[in-house]
């Protein structure tokens, strides 16, 4: 290779995070994020992974030849095929976090299954965290077969229930139950999006109880999909008197996915020969 050729070749890293409900690639180029992409699924977690991966590359005018290395994580890493190397998700969340955000010494992660918080050392080690994986109860899947059950739009219920003023609490944290008890809440003539701030505020009391295991240091992020939900960002945030901290204005469900490529890029897969096979 040419010197000339040497200057212009592109160094760019992936990093993908693949949930059970969504799956996310981040590209980087000098530890910036150049683009990202999210890609929800209801079939096969490795179909959703190469979707991600080339609307990523899409986005960001790249061939997969120009990407070096791909490093997964998440509740499905092993699906990601292209990937050369995976990590912990709480791993590559705090690398992430190392460079959004370095005063933040908390972080609570809420995906499609998974509730965890964390507290983080100074030096972005990994200090105490409590985890509930065993139950969807205030996790991204709970709040997706809840807005099912009302059969209305997410993003229209999440936005519609920020005005609620009388938030119909859904007591039960079974699914199958707080299902029945949405259907039966409707059915007794209450608005859905009183319905839905009942079951964000459910969630959120879900997710304090969790974060309360542990010490809750400021700054405190929260992270994965459920921090959009307004309605349960903001009902944390009180019960803790706190806001959450800044990250950019980065996409909170983005962060694993932006940590696992920082990690790509350190690891000694940097030295691998480009190219993604996205098959």
Do not use: W
């Amino acid at each position: 290779m040419s010197s000339d050729a040497k200057k212009q070749q592109r160094f760019i890293y992936a990093g993908c995070d693949l949930g059970i409900c969504s799956a996310k690639v981040v590209l980087t180029e000098n530890k910036n994020i150049l683009t990202c992409e999210v890609v929800p699924y209801k079939s096969f977690p490795h179909k959703a992974a190469a979707s991600a991966m080339e609307g990523a590359l899409r986005r960001a005018g790249v061939s997969g030849d120009e990407v070096i290395p791909c490093l997964s994580t998440g509740f499905g890493h092993k699906a990601v095929r292209f990937a050369d190397r995976t990590a912990p998700d709480i791993t590559c969340i705090l690398r992430g976090l190392r460079v959004l955000n370095p005063q933040v010494r908390t972080v609570i992660d809420v995906g499609g299954h998974t509730l965890i918080a964390s507290n983080i050392g100074q030096n972005g080690d990994l200090l105490e965290t409590a985890v509930v994986d065993v139950c969807t109860a205030a996790t991204g899947l709970f709040i997706e077969v809840m807005a099912k059950a009302l059969e209305f739009p997410m993003e229209e219920l999440a936005a519609g229930s920020l005005a609620s003023e009388n938030p119909i609490r859904i007591t039960n944290t079974c699914v199958v139950f707080a299902e029945s008890e949405v259907i039966s809440s409707i059915n007794e003539g209450h608005s859905r999006f009183d319905v839905f701030a009942g079951i964000a505020l459910a969630v959120a009391d879900k997710i304090a109880s969790v974060a309360r295991r542990i010490d809750i240091l400021p700054e405190v992020a929260m992270t994965g999909g459920v921090a959009k939900n307004a309605v349960v960002t903001r009902e944390v945030e009180r019960q803790f008197g706190l806001k959450f901290a800044d990250l950019g204005g980065v996409d909170p469900q983005i962060v694993a996915a932006f940590g696992a490529a920082l990690l790509a890029e350190e690891s000694d897969l940097a030295g691998t020969k480009p190219g993604v096979d996205r098959r």
